[in-house]
């Protein structure tokens, strides 16, 4: 089953219990509008439960808080609006209808872009930050990494396919990648497996680079992969090889974004990639890494830096 259709699923499922609710309320003696607010109202609550339980847990087992990172109240509360309204959003719309797309700006100097969701996500995860790439004329492409709980290893392949795709469709030697979650890993797992050559840069958004404690309750041979052991444990088997197999000039390629909130990776600076360019926040969770504005302003900055970065190349039309 696909990420798609397990999110189509899920919401199938909350529409049946709604509507349980909405009739249950009914036969009670509720009005119409009271019994649909309340079966729609038990829905969005049992949501914002399981989000708030997220920010529960990550704290339990969080690395220390840096002073300058660190937010009052006022700023917690609205970082966990931001949260639940970035949850909300990619997973009952955007993920569930979203399809891996294409799109090639001609006469574009900047390599093309490749995104790599996370774990449980779809290229619908990316709807906000591809309207930015279009704005600036760069060419991207989303790839659905599947099986939804396969090996990270296995994901290599198709990045390979889509990343030499989009080199030839947009007549390019080199692709930067962008990778949320396990898709940084996944980035990793591809230059480990394929080489840094075809590799302008890699981008992780709030990867568990060093695994993550969250990662025991998620299903699969990937959740296996992200598995650490309390916040001074080690990473797991997989992440240590993954770790010892590149070196400085691969580390050199990568630039790890994460936040001291993250409520997914935990502890936060597990997504410290030694190395490589780590540029930390605060005050952001981890669904919101891909909708919050300072840091998709913060990932075009990268993709510039990085076009600068690059010596200019010919362009390749039909390279394989």
Excluded: K
């Excluded at 840069?201 to 699969?220: N, R, S, Y």
């Amino acid at each position: 089953m696909s990420s798609r259709q397990l999110l189509r699923l899920v919401l199938l499922v909350q529409l049946l219990v709604a509507c349980a609710i909405v009739a249950g309320a009914v036969r009670a003696g509720a009005a119409p509008w009271q019994a649909v607010a309340t079966g729609v109202a038990s829905v969005v609550l049992v949501r914002l439960a399981i989000n708030a339980n997220n920010f529960v847990m990550s704290r339990r087992v969080a690395s220390p808080t840096p002073p300058e990172y660190q937010i009052g109240v006022l700023a917690a509360v609205r970082m966990f609006g931001e949260e639940f309204g970035a949850s909300m959003l990619s997973s009952s719309w955007h993920m569930p209808r979203a399809r891996p797309r294409t799109r090639i700006h001609r006469g574009c100097t900047t390599p093309p872009v490749l995104l790599l969701h996370g774990y449980g996500c779809n290229a619908g995860y990316w709807a906000y930050l591809t309207p930015r790439l279009d704005a600036a004329g760069i060419s991207h492409a989303t790839l659905d990494l599947e099986p939804l709980t396969g090996d990270i290893d296995g994901f290599a392949a198709a990045i390979e396919a889509g990343a030499t795709r989009l080199r030839r469709e947009a007549g390019a030697q080199q692709v930067i990648v962008v990778g949320h979650s396990m898709g940084g890993l996944a980035a990793r797992a591809w230059l480990r497996r394929h080489g840094s050559a075809h590799a302008a840069g890699v981008i992780t958004l709030g990867t568990p680079h060093h695994g993550t404690c969250l990662a025991a309750f998620g299903i699969g041979i990937n959740a296996m992969q992200m598995r650490r052991t309390g916040v001074d444990g080690p990473a797991c088997t997989w992440l240590c090889d993954l770790d010892a197999h590149e070196d400085a000039a691969t580390r050199a390629r990568i630039t790890s974004i994460y936040t001291h909130h993250d409520n997914i990776v935990a502890p936060q600076t597990s997504s410290h990639l030694a190395g490589a360019r780590n540029i930390e926040l605060g005050g952001v969770g981890h669904v919101a890494l891909g909708r919050n504005r300072r840091v998709l302003a913060l990932v075009m900055d990268e993709i510039a830096r990085l076009q600068t970065a690059c010596p200019a190349t010919p362009v390749l039309h039909g390279a394989a």
